[in-house]
């Protein structure tokens, strides 16, 4: 018997709901084929439903309950509707981020077959990187402040701040994602062109980390250039690493170019396993949609795979989980069952379904 991996299930609003069960469902059903413990165990708060009710987004000792988890399976935040979004996310998901230290913000690009690609003349196969994300400073500080606010000497300050250890964790993690695969590349964003300090450094660091894997072939790439070059030559790209707003963007801008955001997922890592590590997908709550059970589970489902693969750590039954679930993805999204976001008819569960018997 191995180890019983412990999950929190926590589905938040909206589709939310409604994808969350057919991540589920998937993970069990590769879980149970590979001979993987995973015990879930589901939470109703972080969702605007149970601030309506106690004021806050979650329970005080949140903490305390979640950092003996393995990792946090997690749907989507918001309804704006009845709740701010900057309560809801800043009183669930960005905390989450933060306390657990969860630095690496990872997610997938890759074109599925099947699916409407919205670049001309490319197939499954053409498309397939990684961005990885710095989560935790950089663009995003809070560090700043206003001066003369309405008057013509009006005056506005944010800093940016890149530390050694925030950087160099970043970007080793990111050479070490290249390392172990077949092409072995990083492109890394900059903007040293412009911003002349943060990014020469953030460059100066790059430099020193690839001096400790000379396995990787690397460049850097102005943000510009970069962006455009998600959209013009998406081939080239491998493993993409980036501080915080510039990943922000290209982490949005890398799935769109591979369709449906219903189909995106992403990891918000700790890779020490000091913490827990959140997988979800990056849609949003959908308030649009929800209710119809319509919703593409895929991001979900992926995310699970993603989850699957980074709880075995280099665990051959594991990675064998998750390339189950990427395969039944890929033969659902060919043969169908297909939700209306990709041209099909099918609801959530018709497809959740046909994934896990595809698994
Ligand atoms: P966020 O909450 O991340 O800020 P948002 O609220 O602006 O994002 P989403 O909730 O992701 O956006 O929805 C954006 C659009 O994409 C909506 O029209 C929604 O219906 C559609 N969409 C999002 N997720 C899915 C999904 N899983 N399946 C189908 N359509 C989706
Ligand atoms: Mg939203």
């Known amino acids: 018997m191995g180890k019983t991996y412990r999950v929190a299930a926590i589905a938040g609003d909206g589709i939310g709901k409604e994808v969350l069960p057919e991540g589920m469902r998937a993970v069990e059903t590769a879980a149970a084929k590979f001979g993987l413990e995973i015990e879930f165990t589901s939470f109703d708060w972080a969702s605007c439903d149970y601030y309506l009710q106690h004021g806050q987004m979650m329970p005080d000792d949140w903490f305390e309950t979640l950092k003996g988890f393995d ?32 630095y690496v ?14 670049l001309a003349n490319r197939k499954p196969g053409d498309i397939d990187f990684f961005v990885v994300r710095e989560n935790t400073e950089g663009e995003y500080s809070s560090v700043g402040g206003r001066m003369f606010a309405g008057t013509e000497r009006e005056f506005v300050l944010q800093e940016a701040v890149f530390t050694r250890h925030g950087v160099d964790r970043i970007l080793k993690f990111a050479f070490e994602l290249a390392e172990g695969r077949p092409r072995r590349k990083l492109t890394a964003a900059t903007k040293s ?107 979900m489902i992926w995310s699970g795979a993603m989850m699957l693969d980074f709880l075995g750590n280099g665990d051959a039954a ?19 069952p297909r939700t209306p976001d990709i041209g099909g008819t099918a609801g959530t569960a018709e497809v959740g379904k046909a994934i896990a018997a595809a698994i």
């Open 193 to 299: 062109n412009g911003i002349s300090i943060s990014m020469p450094y953030w460059d100066e660091r790059v430099e020193e980390m690839a001096k400790s894997h000379p396995g990787v072939s690397w460049d850097r790439q102005h943000i510009d250039i970069l962006s455009a070059r998600f959209v013009m030559q998406p081939d080239r790209f491998d493993v993409v690493v980036a501080s915080n707003l510039f990943g922000d963007i290209l982490s949005d801008l890398g799935p769109a170019c591979t369709g449906t955001i219903g189909m995106a997922p992403s990891a918000n890592l700790n890779p020490e396993r000091r913490f827990p590590s959140l997988f979800e997908p990056v849609h949003g709550s959908a308030p649009d949609i929800f209710g119809k059970g319509i919703a593409n589970p895929v991001a």
């Open 71 to 102: 990792a946090i399976y997690f749907g989507a935040v918001g309804w704006p509707a009845t709740v701010p979004d900057h309560i809801s996310l800043w009183g669930s998901l960005i905390k989450f981020r933060r306390e657990f230290d969860q």
């Open 318 to 336: 594991f990675k064998a989980a998750h390339d189950a679930i990427i395969a039944a993805i890929e033969t659902v999204l060919t043969q169908g």
């Open 105 to 118: 913000n990872l997610r997938p690009v890759r074109l599925l077959p099947g699916v409407p690609c919205p």
